[in-house]
């Protein structure tokens, strides 16, 4: 058994692999431990590598290096990809208020971290990490490590300890100031869920079905596309019932007239602008009146209708239009200027001839989607990394700053997934890939992390190192009590999005979970969603800048 001895103890490739998937598969078996609903997740990977290597099982430098590096470039842009539709879209008015939060509690926290390094002399490396393990925020973490090996051209293990200290107490932290701010504002959580029903806290972007009678007589010999001009809102109307009972499709040039019966497909929203613009809501069952129209979900498999509008597909010619889109999971209003993408789901109505047509147009192929594309990754993490090298000069600090192999990444991949359809970039990743790539970047990350800190873990914690829990749960507390009290006595949030808020602004989906459970809907998810992308930019940003002001 001498072999299997020098495997697990010795040296080379065979004992590295070895000990990454050790520390991972046992990390990923505690990861799914619960204690009363709340888990570490993944995180778990990071304690097991830190016990692994304190016990002498151990990597090589190098190889630790290489490895940890790859990791953190697979996560960061898999996030990138997740979060790139998405990034640009949440600063518009829904969601400026609930952006400018966030971003006071990464500030808050980027200064308590600062006052605790100035009063204590912890070195500002250590207290980043401590930051980081305090926010929940694996890659602000790596960003950290790795802008300070390019300017000292060591690894500092104390930045992966402060992390460990301060996470397990601040994912504790985040789910207890939800519940102390419900407890303090006396909130009635069914009048919460009342309340944000009929405001517009609840961000409607999804489509939804109305029947219409035309009762404006101004209406009357006007085509569909003027009275979209006029309304100034996204609609479609799919399908129209004549006073003479005649069902037949509609397109931008159909005459409408007083009588008659339209399906409208539009926001939430615009429902009370549609509704008293066009006429009185009605009860109609659709799929009774006719079995000449059919309703068809296609997929969009053929890379060459990567970005084009809807307009562009000329539904007209096919006798045919669309409805919906349907795009990672939420339904759009399909108007005419709407982008499609690689991997949508389109609504089409019309005969079966007609959407027979459609379907070889667009594609409808699932084997198209299940093959991993592949090209536009490798060639997006090359120009991350590309973009990360390169050094850029800032009036007042003494060293050029990089983005690193953590923004660099990260900006790529966002960029790519929110304007690639614009430029015929296929970018389309299933749900399925993008979470694998993203779990196996972020488990090898963790794993090289312990393994390289574990070392003086325990002696770092003997040395005094146990206070920095109570400074992480400073970091963790301050920013989200400063916030959740002005987002609720003063910006009059609700309950459920300013949950949804703190969680998003600490990028801790436990918390989401619990906030979620909580609510019994969506609502948190939504203000989650909402400062998820910005949030995350900020913190490996904020993280790469503290390091940098040693320079």
């Not at 692994?52 to 290096?65: K, S, T």
């Not at 006071?104 to 500002?124: D, Y």
């Not at 790519?416 to 399925?432: C, D, E, W």
Request: hydrophobic share 50%; glycine share 12%.
């Amino acid at each position: 058994m001498s072999w299997f001895k020098e495997l697990l103890l010795g040296g080379g490739v065979a004992h590295s692999i070895l000990i990454l998937a050790m520390a991972i598969a046992a990390g990923v078996a505690l990861g799914k431990i619960k204690f009363r609903g709340i888990s570490l997740g993944v995180t778990w990977i990071l304690f097991v590598g830190i016990a692994m290597a304190h016990f002498g099982m151990r990597v090589e430098d190098h190889i630790l290096h290489i490895f940890k590096e790859f990791g953190l470039i697979l996560f960061v842009y898999s996030i990138g990809l997740q979060v790139g539709p998405g990034f640009f879209s949440s600063f518009r008015k829904g969601g400026v208020r609930l952006n400018l939060l966030a971003t006071t509690v990464v500030l808050l926290g980027v200064a308590t971290t600062l006052v605790i390094h100035l009063s204590t002399g912890i070195p500002l490396p250590t207290m980043v990490g401590i930051m980081s393990g305090a926010v929940t925020n694996t890659p602000g973490l790596g960003a950290a490590q790795q802008a300070n090996m390019d300017i000292t051209g060591i690894s500092d293990p104390d930045i992966a300890t402060g992390y460990a200290i301060a996470y397990p107490l601040a994912v504790v932290g985040i789910i207890g100031t939800i519940l102390v701010l419900r407890y303090v504002f006396g909130i009635n959580l069914r009048e919460e869920e009342r309340q944000a029903m009929a405001s517009n806290d609840v961000r409607e972007s999804t489509a939804r079905k109305l029947s219409l009678r035309v009762t404006n007589p101004s209406l009357d010999g006007m085509k569909v596309g003027e009275i979209r001009d006029l309304i100034g809102r996204n609609f479609v109307i799919s399908r129209m019932r004549m006073t003479d009972g005649t069902v037949k499709m509609v397109n931008a040039e159909t005459v409408l007239h007083t009588g008659d019966q339209v399906l409208v497909i539009t926001s939430q929203a615009a429902i009370p602008v549609i509704a008293a613009f066009i006429g009185e809501k009605i009860d109609v069952q659709w799929e009774q009146l006719t079995d000449r129209f059919l309703s068809r979900h296609i997929l969009i498999t053929k890379p060459e209708l990567n970005g084009k509008t809807i307009s562009q597909l000329r539904m007209r010619s096919f006798g045919a239009s669309i409805t919906r889109v349907n795009r990672s999971g939420i339904d759009l209003v399909a108007w005419s200027g709407l982008q499609l993408q690689m991997g949508d789901r389109v609504t089409v109505v019309g005969t079966q001839q007609s959407i027979a047509a459609v379907g070889k147009t667009l594609g409808n192929s699932l084997r198209k989607l299940d093959h991993p594309n592949i090209f536009h990754i490798f060639v997006g993490i090359a120009l991350g990394v590309i973009l990360g090298s390169i050094p850029f000069i800032f009036p007042g600090i003494p060293q050029p700053v990089k983005l690193g192999l953590a923004g660099g990444p990260l900006i790529v991949a966002i960029l790519i997934s929110r304007f690639g359809p614009k430029y015929k970039l296929v970018t389309h990743t299933t749900a399925s890939a993008n979470l694998m790539l993203r779990e196996v970047g972020i488990a090898l990350f963790l794993a090289c992390v312990g393994l390289g800190a574990g070392e003086t873990f325990i002696g770092t914690i003997a040395d005094g190192g146990y206070k920095w829990i109570g400074y992480g749960a400073m970091i963790t507390l301050v920013p989200l009590l400063v916030v959740g009290v002005i987002g609720r006595r003063f910006c009059k949030l609700n309950y459920f999005t300013l949950s949804g808020l703190l969680a998003g602004s600490m990028t801790d989906p436990p918390a989401l979970a619990y906030s979620n459970d909580m609510a019994g809907n969506d609502i948190p998810a939504v203000g989650y969603a909402t400062v998820y992308p910005l949030t995350m930019f900020l913190r490996v940003l904020c993280a790469q800048l503290m390091i940098l002001m040693l320079a």
